[in-house]
């Protein structure tokens, strides 16, 4: 165990996880953080709530919507998007990968959205989707499917739509809302115009399929991408979309939207290190905001969930500190 980090601390926060009563959060704070000799991943898939998520896929491998739906948006694949959330839940608090049935079963669900041009698309109709397409990327890969010649032609759609700066941005975002009508959101996707400047929402969300790949993690077109992102820590963002610098320091895991916490897990992925003086101020924020419990602040401290999403939270930055040389 790299202890370095911890002794730039105020509080050790492992201490903090290993109190917890979560069993998932137990063992892969053990496995990560302590170098601990852990159970067969498969031990936390017989867990009580991750056989409860198992039980409510459907045949065909989707899960059911059972939240509101967005009239603004027809011909939103609602299935889609429940599918990627549980899919997150699944691969990165209970580690299911493909060897599980239900990993297999969401996984050519998924795919089968997949369209000839190589992108995921549905859940913003049937506009193009990098920002979504990148993450349920980056699930699948974790999940073992790195080598599937689908996934592979995936990472291969993103690299083509990159804008000129580098990243990447929603393509719909360029379009005024008056004219996002309901025609619009079924209608032919909106290419993306390359001459804009790129969104940190969007290329920190793609990146990250990028970064968990062992061939494309390297790859130069990726290591500009990183630069783009890293530049852009604690900056508004280009367009409206979670664009006050304040969303940089709003947490969650498993990870959604791109924050300080999600960006600076990729970035390490990528090979940038604490010398480089974004990444170093991006440390920073976390040695200097730890709490009197040894914890960070999420910015969604409401909510029944809220506390052991702040756990959650707190491995991940762990994971951070201790992947960097500090």
């Given at each position: 165990?790299?202890?370095?980090?911890?002794?730039?601390?105020?509080?050790d926060?492992?201490?903090?996880?290993?109190?917890?009563?979560?069993?998932?959060?137990?063992?892969?704070?053990?496995?990560?953080?302590?170098?601990?000799?852990?159970?067969?991943?498969?031990?936390?898939?017989?867990?009580?709530?991750?056989?409860?998520?198992?039980?409510?896929?459907?045949?065909?491998?989707?899960?059911?919507?059972?939240?509101?739906?967005?009239?603004?948006?027809?011909?939103?694949?609602?299935?889609?998007w429940?599918?990627?959330?549980?899919?997150?839940?699944?691969?990165?608090?209970?580690?299911f990968?493909?060897?599980?049935?239900?990993?297999?079963?969401?996984?050519?669900?998924?795919?089968?959205?997949?369209?000839?041009?190589?992108?995921?698309?549905?859940?913003?109709?049937?506009?193009?989707?990098?920002?979504?397409?990148?993450?349920?990327?980056?699930?699948?890969?974790?999940?073992?499917?790195?080598?599937?010649?689908?996934?592979?032609?995936?990472?291969?759609?993103?690299?083509?739509?990159?804008?000129?700066?580098?990243g990447?941005?929603?393509?719909?975002?360029?379009?005024?809302?008056?004219?996002?009508?309901?025609?619009?959101?079924?209608?032919?996707?909106?290419?993306?115009?390359?001459?804009?400047?790129?969104?940190?929402?969007?290329?920190?969300?793609?990146l990250?399929?990028?970064?968990?790949?062992?061939?494309?993690?390297?790859l130069?077109?990726?290591?500009?991408?990183?630069?783009?992102?890293k530049?852009?820590?604690?900056?508004?963002?280009?367009?409206?979309?979670?664009?006050?610098?304040?969303y940089?320091?709003?947490?969650?895991?498993?990870?959604?939207?791109?924050?300080?916490?999600?960006?600076?897990?990729?970035?390490?992925?990528?090979?940038?290190?604490?010398?480089?003086?974004?990444?170093?101020?991006?440390?920073s924020?976390?040695?200097?905001?730890?709490?009197?419990?040894?914890?960070?602040?999420?910015?969604?401290?409401?909510?029944?969930?809220?506390?052991?999403?702040?756990?959650?939270?707190?491995?991940?930055?762990?994971?951070?500190?201790?992947?960097?040389?500090?």
């Amino acid at each position: 165990m790299n202890v370095t980090w911890i002794s730039r601390l105020s509080i050790d926060p492992i201490l903090v996880l290993m109190s917890s009563n979560d069993e998932a959060l137990i063992y892969h704070s053990q496995r990560d953080l302590l170098d601990k000799h852990v159970l067969s991943i498969d031990s936390l898939w017989h867990l009580p709530d991750a056989v409860r998520l198992v039980k409510k896929q459907q045949p065909d491998g989707h899960w059911k919507h059972s939240g509101s739906c967005n009239p603004s948006v027809p011909d939103q694949n609602y299935s889609l998007w429940e599918t990627f959330r549980n899919l997150r839940v699944l691969v990165e608090m209970f580690g299911f990968n493909r060897s599980h049935p239900a990993i297999e079963k969401t996984a050519e669900y998924i795919l089968s959205c997949q369209t000839d041009e190589g992108d995921i698309r549905g859940i913003i109709g049937n506009q193009y989707m990098p920002y979504y397409h990148g993450v349920i990327l980056e699930l699948l890969i974790k999940a073992g499917y790195e080598d599937d010649p689908r996934v592979i032609k995936g990472l291969e759609w993103l690299l083509t739509v990159r804008q000129n700066d580098g990243g990447w941005i929603i393509p719909t975002q360029s379009i005024p809302t008056k004219d996002r009508t309901n025609e619009f959101w079924s209608g032919k996707p909106v290419p993306s115009d390359r001459s804009r400047p790129h969104s940190h929402v969007a290329t920190g969300m793609v990146l990250r399929s990028f970064a968990v790949h062992p061939s494309y993690r390297r790859l130069p077109e990726v290591l500009i991408a990183a630069r783009c992102l890293k530049e852009r820590l604690f900056k508004a963002d280009e367009y409206n979309d979670r664009r006050e610098p304040s969303y940089w320091l709003k947490f969650q895991f498993p990870f959604l939207w791109t924050s300080l916490v999600s960006a600076l897990d990729t970035l390490s992925l990528v090979g940038l290190t604490p010398d480089d003086p974004y990444i170093y101020r991006g440390l920073s924020w976390f040695i200097d905001n730890q709490q009197n419990d040894g914890l960070w602040p999420t910015g969604y401290e409401k909510g029944s969930k809220s506390e052991s999403s702040r756990r959650w939270v707190g491995l991940a930055i762990c994971r951070i500190l201790n992947r960097y040389i500090l």
